[in-house]
């Protein structure tokens, strides 16, 4: 199946600092789609971006599907973005892979 | 508008029993998925249902057996509980198969075995 990687695993900010996360998948994707995971458990749809830009408050995401990756951006973080960010694909058999996640930690 | 909504929120079950988790899926949307997530892990594809079909399936044995209504709500059955099975379990909805369209997710069922 697919592989989906994603770097760094874990991510400590100050708050107000940028960060980038990394999703590397391994084969052709129909679509992918990031998640931000909240200490509740609960998963929110933050971007569903098979190719492109877009961009949702302080947060933006590119996917360049040609070369196998997704990169996600938070500007200006806050203690609110702390939790477990997710890459998803779905491949060409329709089934959806997630990565490991990078768990960020904001400290005020 | 409701969103994906799962019940029960906790279960606790004993080694071998039998448990049904139940999905209700965002209104407009067709399509529901399940997910196993494990402490510490991503969530896990299980399968996917839609018209009333299994559609998908990832890589569960024969225990993991689920049900769709036409209603468009869900069920997911395991049997013969290990403590293995112990995860929090994500319905997610979305509209038509084949993972084409944003997918919503439920705040989960967490699935504790002894």
């Known amino acids: 199946g697919i592989q989906v990687e994603q770097s760094p695993p874990d991510l400590i900010l100050q708050e107000g600092a940028n960060s980038t996360l990394r999703c590397n998948f391994s084969d052709s994707v129909n679509n992918l789609q990031w998640f931000h995971q909240n200490p509740w458990g609960q998963l929110i749809n933050l971007f569903y971006?098979?190719?492109g830009t877009k961009q949702n408050g302080r947060l933006s995401a590119t996917t360049v599907a040609t070369e196998r990756y997704s990169l996600l951006y938070i500007s200006s973080s806050q203690t609110t973005d702390s939790g477990v960010y997710f890459c998803?694909?779905?491949?060409?058999?329709?089934?959806?892979?997630f990565g490991a996640g990078t768990t960020v930690t904001v400290r005020a | 508008d409701a969103g994906v909504t799962q019940s029960p929120t906790h279960l606790i079950k004993t080694r071998g029993q039998q448990v049904t988790l139940r999905c209700s899926p965002k209104s407009g949307h067709d399509t529901v998925s399940w997910y196993q997530q494990a402490l510490g892990q991503g969530p896990q594809f299980i399968f996917q249902y839609y018209e009333e079909e299994e559609r998908q399936r990832g890589n569960f044995p024969d225990r993991f057996s689920g049900h769709q209504f036409p209603n468009y709500s869900s069920e997911l059955n395991v049997n013969a509980l290990l403590l293995g099975d112990s995860a929090l379990y994500l319905c997610?909805?979305?509209?038509?198969?084949?993972?084409?369209?944003?997918?919503?997710f439920g705040n989960g069922t967490r699935l504790t075995v002894t």
């Open positions: 997610a909805s979305s509209f038509r198969t084949g993972g084409l369209s944003p997918l919503h």
């Open positions: 998803a694909v779905v491949s060409n058999d329709y089934k959806l892979s």
């Open positions: 971006i098979p190719s």
